[in-house]
């Protein structure tokens, strides 16, 4: 619940001027409420029954009395005559009004450009800004932003004992008429292989490609896949073939894309790397498989932080790549 500000006001009740001090502006209540708990504190007493509720002062005079709401039970209402004679809830409620319509109005801007919004346009006059500003319910609920995934702690000890895959697509057809590739990325290593697909079926048989020439390469078995949830990742023919060769796959949970956090990482940088190289060399867009094979070559041979400045390549084979050929 939202206080706007403090202040005094008079109710006529039944022909006698009550006054209440200390009276809590909250526009967001559909109703006035009087705290009896507040009225006893001052020295006020109660007598509540079924016919209704009576309030004395400390004098003993009757202060006022309520009827009891059928339709709700337990609850009396007042009939009262409100007039609000403490101009700070005015002042602050005017101030506060304001600066919430050109905030609105303005589609929910920061305090600082609804600050400056008079100095950059005509016909305003300065906004005050309150200083009690708390975030309006618009802003609240459309701009929630959602907590950061914790980072995984947990890491492969040697190449191909975890391997991150994932599928890309692509806004054009290349020159050989793919879409999609279908990417995999070492945990350990970081290695990664890209595989150009003309659609998304052809996936079973590059993972196979994959594994039969990673496994060869370094004479370790594949141990485990993670994935996220596509369909082409959970096909009978291939999980048949996942349990035959004896690979665990570990899945995301749905729409969760964070859980496969380093596959779509370096799907972007493999993007960015691949857009780079084709626009500086001004090439058509069809000639994006060309550019994407070459970024993957040479990102495997470039160090990262994350492997103590290490190469994938060196992590991978065990020795340095030689760059004397570019």
Not at 177 to 195: K, M, P, Q
Not at 302 to 314: A, D, M, N
Request: glycine share 6%.
């Amino acid at each position: 619940m939202e206080k706007f500000g403090l202040g005094t006001i008079l109710m006529l009740h039944h022909g006698k001027v009550i006054r209440l001090t200390d009276v809590e502006y909250c526009p967001s209540v559909a109703c006035h409420l009087i705290s009896t708990g507040q009225l006893i504190g001052r020295g006020y007493s109660l007598s509540t029954t079924a016919s209704g509720t009576k309030l004395f002062a400390p004098s003993g005079d009757l202060y006022l009395w309520s009827d009891p709401i059928a339709s709700v039970g337990p609850l009396h209402y007042v009939c009262v005559l409100l007039q609000c004679i403490d101009e700070k809830v005015q002042v602050i409620s005017s101030k506060k009004d304001e600066y919430l319509l050109w905030h609105r109005r303005m589609g929910h801007p920061s305090k600082n450009a609804v600050k400056h919004l008079h100095s950059v346009t005509r016909n305003l006059k300065a906004v005050a800004i309150p200083t009690d500003l708390t975030p309006c319910s618009g802003c609240a609920a459309g701009k929630m932003a959602e907590k950061p995934f914790v980072a995984s702690t947990s890491h492969a000890t040697k190449p191909l004992e975890l391997v991150h895959s994932d599928l890309c697509e692509f806004p054009t057809l290349s020159y050989y008429h793919c879409r999609y590739v279908a990417t995999f990325v070492d945990d350990f290593s970081a290695f990664a292989c890209v595989y150009p697909l003309a659609a998304k079926s052809n996936t079973f048989r590059v993972f196979q490609e994959f594994k039969a020439w990673a496994e060869t390469s370094l004479g370790a078995q594949l141990l485990r896949l993670h994935l996220d949830r596509g369909g082409e990742f959970r096909t009978n023919e291939f999980s048949a073939f996942m349990r035959q060769s004896g690979i665990e796959q570990q899945f995301s949970s749905p729409d969760t894309p964070q859980q496969n956090g380093r596959a779509e990482r370096f799907n972007r940088t493999m993007v960015e790397k691949e857009e780079a190289m084709w626009h500086s060399a001004c090439l058509p867009p069809n000639l994006w498989q060309f550019a994407l094979e070459t970024s993957v070559h040479v990102y495997n041979g470039q160090p990262f932080r994350r492997s103590k400045w290490k190469t994938p390549v060196e992590l991978w084979k065990g020795k340095a790549p030689d760059v004397s050929y570019f």
